[in-house]
Nanobody, 119 residues
């Protein structure tokens, strides 16, 4: 089992910045991809950004140029630097980790952290 704990959410004005962090613990071997997803009551959970163990990143078009994902494979953390925040970035943000071992992929989610961007 892998446990993921997010931190760093909160309330910020439009144009401001926040940094989310996610720490993985437990059986953390072979975690391939880590990422951030977000969800609102009106929308399904969607990818925000992901990063592989080798550092390859992927971003949703809506956040490109504003958000940066980074990962520390020694500390087993993944962070999301969010700049130039918009009201539409308001959502619950979830950390996700994919663990690959013996041909199986296990997916783990954090409990979520709320980001609220005010006008």
């Amino acid at each position: 089992q892998v446990q993921l704990v997010e931190s760093g959410g909160g309330l910020v004005q439009a144009g401001g910045s926040l940094r989310l962090s996610c720490a993985a613990s437990g059986n953390i071997f072979s975690i391939e991809t880590m990422g951030w997803y977000r969800q609102t009551p009106e929308k399904q959970r969607e990818l925000v950004a992901s990063i592989s163990s080798g550092g390859v990143t992927n971003y949703a078009d809506s956040v490109k140029g504003r958000f940066t994902i980074s990962r520390d494979n020694v500390k087993n953390t993944v962070s999301l630097q969010m700049n130039s925040l918009k009201v539409e970035d308001t959502a619950a943000y979830y950390c996700k980790a994919e663990q690959k071992s013996l041909g199986l992929t296990r997916t783990y989610w954090g409990q979520g952290t709320q980001v609220t961007v005010s006008p």
